[in-house]
């Protein structure tokens, strides 16, 4: 899925406080689009850029202001894209194949880029190298094989596609898109949902409507999997969605097996796309370890990459980790935005989540930026406690 800054609404007491976070959210986005536009329009992008390769900005001690230094470390980006196509689901996305292309064709030439596995080795390995990228695409919508496939063959460039179990088993549309669509659908202005307690949406617009499923979806992210689902499926009943907005959205195993013979890359993204953090142990043998089997078997090769859904430090648990290292995973990927340098932990690799509003100019703008700032989450990354979890785990090892 996209993540933007209304993700997070569900955190956000009342609606004047969504309105100022929004406001100053905006601001500084805007601030950011008029400093590339620039930087574009005088010739510097491609001075700053190079600029980004030797140097990053640090916080410093007792100063809002942070400071620009030499740095001689290897760094890795990694790319996150969820669909390349403005058709159908998911309704919150829409990047137009034309700016793909452009932005691949970007990268072709500033940049040098890499299979996922081979960044992961040369991350391992403390490989010397110049700022690095791979590209991933998350859930596994059919418009990567329809539009994103001819782009990567034609500029020979690698690519890994996480891919959800159960949609690949189905062919349904995840759940998260089922509210988007519901929400489309409502007839009337307003909609009312239990949320703990009854909360009422205004749907005056398409925009409200996109808004207002984006808050349902981050306050069901918050919830224990095993009761987010049964909220789902008693939303469901209350109403409705059209068969024919959810058929022919997933990628199927043809299309799929037919890019993995010409070098694209997969990995699992879950059986179902829940917060990893919300699931007990039962929960992460299946969404963990029948996700990679299932794939593996439809794919006849190893399953080496994982992403976890929605991507922050909450939705990832240290018991998550525990799992994908007995399960034989090579990596998992976040959301959590920054460059990767050998030594980080390849449990939670950062990544740039590309957005569908940025022309090429913040494309160019925002990879750059990647590379120069200095992730404050290299100091500590905060992530949900696992005891609970863990606990049951042990208990189980010592019933053998």
């Known amino acids: 899925m996209r993540y933007d800054v209304s993700w997070d609404f569900g955190a956000t007491s009342n609606d004047a406080a969504r309105a100022e976070f929004m406001k100053l959210a905006d601001a500084k986005e805007l601030c950011r689009k008029i400093v590339a536009q620039a930087l574009y329009r005088t010739g510097l992008l491609r001075a700053v850029d190079r600029l980004f390769r030797s140097r990053e900005l640090s916080p410093m001690e007792g100063s809002r202001l942070p400071r620009l230094r030499r740095s001689s470390r290897s760094k890795f980006g990694i790319l996150c894209y969820h669909r390349v196509g403005t058709d159908g689901v998911p309704l919150f996305s829409r990047l137009q194949p034309k700016l793909f292309r452009a932005q691949m064709e970007h990268i072709k030439k500033r940049y040098r880029v890499v299979s996922l596995g081979q960044l992961c080795r040369e991350l391992q390995d403390g490989t010397s190298a110049e700022p690095t990228l791979a590209i991933t695409f998350d859930d596994g919508y059919r418009d990567l094989y329809t539009h994103a496939f001819s782009v990567l063959q034609e500029y020979q460039l690698p690519a890994t596609i996480y891919l959800i179990g159960q949609c690949m088993e189905s062919g349904e549309v ?116 029948e996700s990679k089997r299932l794939l593996e078997q439809g794919l006849g090769s190893p399953i080496e990459d994982f992403a976890y859904p929605f991507g922050k430090p909450e939705d990832r648990s240290l018991a998550a980790e525990e799992f994908l290292a007995s399960y034989g995973y090579r990596s998992a990927v976040t959301t959590t935005e920054g460059f990767n340098i050998p030594g980080v932990s390849r449990f939670q690799l950062r990544r740039l989540s590309i957005s569908d509003d940025w022309s090429l100019v913040d494309f160019a703008f925002n990879v750059s930026r990647m590379f120069l700032e200095t992730p404050s989450e290299m100091r500590s990354i905060p992530i949900r406690s696992a005891e609970p979890v863990l606990s049951r785990m042990e208990q189980r090892e010592l019933q053998g």
């Open 174 to 289: 995840p759940w998260y898109d089922r509210i988007f669509l519901a929400l489309k659908g409502v007839t009337g202005t307003s909609f009312e949902v239990e949320m703990d307690g009854f909360r009422q949406f205004a749907l005056s617009s398409p925009k409200a409507r996109i808004e207002a499923a984006w808050e349902i979806v981050s306050y069901l992210r918050t919830k224990p999997d095993s009761w987010r689902q049964k909220w789902c499926a008693s939303f469901e009943k209350e109403v409705l969605i059209r068969p024919e907005d959810t058929e022919g959205r997933m990628l199927k195993w043809d299309q799929v097996r037919t890019m993995f013979r010409a070098g694209v890359s997969f990995g699992a993204h879950t059986m179902s796309h829940p917060s990893v953090s919300r699931l007990d142990w039962q929960g992460l043998e299946t969404e963990l370890g």
